[in-house]
């Protein structure tokens, strides 16, 4: 079994942002998570950026076990989001995309019964593609943080 540990760390900042620790990068995040109102990529947009980083990276792993040569590999997602909920607004929708929509646009002369094969691998390897198509646990707790006082 080969599992790797991914931890991140955020915080609110200043003008609207939440700014989040990697294990090697600081991301900045607006705090609009429709992406509304914001002056940077929401956290929606950095969930289809990973996405399509995702499908890129496992796309290039897999063009190359293939021997697929691969001179570019575009990606586009599109994401129709529920907003209402979000809002507090009443409504049965989920509270997220109700739909992604992806492109991928590989420019290589091999085969299309090759690339076919290939985009199948991609999306049966994509680890972001899995997390959304299927449940993952999530646990989310609660901490509250108490300021301290020094008795004198």
């Known amino acids: 079994m080969s599992n790797r540990i991914v931890t991140v760390n955020g915080v609110s900042g200043a003008d609207n942002q939440f700014l989040v620790k990697t294990n090697d990068f600081n991301v900045v995040i607006s705090n609009?998570?429709?992406?509304?109102?914001?002056?940077?990529?929401?956290?929606?947009?950095?969930?289809?950026?990973?996405?399509a980083g995702s499908i890129n990276a496992v796309g290039l792993i897999v063009a190359k076990e293939l021997g697929i040569e691969l001179q570019s590999l575009e990606v586009e997602i599109v994401g129709e989001l529920e907003t209402k909920k979000i809002k507090g607004m009443?409504?049965?929708?989920?509270?997220?995309?109700?739909?992604?929509?992806?492109?991928?646009k590989p420019v290589s002369e091999a085969p299309l019964t090759l690339l076919k094969e290939w985009i199948d691998t991609v999306k049966e390897r994509c680890p972001l593609r899995d997390n959304l198509m299927n449940s993952t646990p999530v646990m989310l707790t609660l901490l509250k943080e108490y300021n301290q006082h020094n008795a004198a």
């Open 32 to 51: 609009s998570v429709s992406g509304e109102f914001s002056e940077g990529p929401s956290p929606t947009d950095y969930l289809l950026a990973g996405f």
């Open 90 to 104: 009443q409504t049965r929708s989920r509270a997220g995309f109700r739909k992604i929509e992806v492109v991928v």
